[in-house]
Nanobody
Framework: QVQVEESGGGLVPVGGSLRLSCKAS????????MAWFRQAPGMQREFVAA????????YYSDSVKGRFFMARDGAENAVYLEMNSLTAEDTAVYFC???????????????????WGRGTQVTVSS
């Protein structure tokens, strides 16, 4: 069984920065694919970023590329999401997800992830 837990959400002004953390705990026989998704009120869950293992490429959605950066502590199956230049459109509940290694084409589809955290609210105020 794998447990996923996020932390670090909060209220931040437009143009500000925020750092989210996520750790997956449990029994792992290899590094898991880790990802961030977000869901705004009334909207579908949206892909933000994903990484298959430490040292490999990280993939971002076009809406956050260049502003958000995902880092990974591979030894701990922990990931961090550094969010910069935040806008009101970034307001959402942010979810961390984990799964056994996924192929690159599967990274952006939330249905491919088996383990999820409860989410952390990020509110960007103008």
């Amino acid at each position: 069984q794998v447990q996923v837990e996020e932390s670090g959400g909060g209220l931040v002004p437009v143009g500000g920065s925020l750092r989210l953390s996520c750790k997956a705990s449990g029994r792992f026989d290899h590094p898991y694919t880790m990802a961030w998704f977000r869901q705004a009120p009334g909207m579908q869950r949206e892909f933000v970023a994903a990484n298959r293992r430490s040292g490999e490429n990280t993939y971002y959605s076009d809406s956050v590329k260049g502003r958000f950066f995902m880092a990974r502590d591979g030894a701990e199956n922990a990931v961090y999401l550094e969010m910069n230049s935040l806008t009101a459109e970034d307001t959402a509940v942010y979810f961390c997800a984990a799964n056994r290694r996924l192929v690159i084409s599967a990274l952006r589809d939330s249905s491919n992830y088996h383990y999820w955290g409860r989410g952390t609210q990020v509110t960007v105020s103008s």
